[in-house]
């Protein structure tokens, strides 16, 4: 089992950066591939971003590119989204998820563990 825990979010304005941590316990955070999803009220759970287990691979969807970067420290057992030039359209919960599978980015069904999620809110 693995225990995901997100950090970070906030309101803040347009045009303003935010990072969001999410710290895993219970096993080492290298055995996986993490991701962040977002679910804004009434949509359904979007892709943000992913990363392999030795940062090698990075994806992001297609409405982040460019303005989002995810990043791991698996010695602190923390993977990071550092979210710049928000927009007000990126208001959503945030969510780290967990997957052991060799290539499974985007689908959040192949994820097996899932944070709680922390709030970010971008004013206009």
């Known amino acids: 089992q693995v225990q995901l825990v997100e950090s970070g979010g906030g309101l803040v304005q347009a045009g303003d950066s935010l990072r969001l941590s999410c710290v895993a316990s219970?096993?080492?955070?290298?055995?996986?591939?993490m991701g962040w999803f977002r679910q804004a009220r009434g949509k359904e759970r979007e892709f943000v971003a992913s990363?392999?287990?030795?940062?090698?691979?990075?994806y992001y969807g297609n409405s982040v590119k460019g303005r989002f970067t995810i990043s791991r420290d698996n010695a602190k057992n923390t993977v990071y989204l550092q979210m710049n030039s928000l927009k007000f359209e990126d208001t959503a919960d945030y969510y780290c998820?967990?997957?052991?599978?060799?290539?499974?980015?985007?689908?959040?069904?192949?994820?097996?563990?899932w944070g709680q999620g922390t709030q970010v809110t971008v004013s206009s």
């Open positions: 990363i392999s287990q030795r940062s090698m691979n990075k």
């Open positions: 219970g096993r080492p955070l290298s055995n996986y591939v």
């Open positions: 998820a967990a997957n052991a599978r060799i290539a499974a980015w985007k689908d959040p069904s192949e994820y097996d563990y």
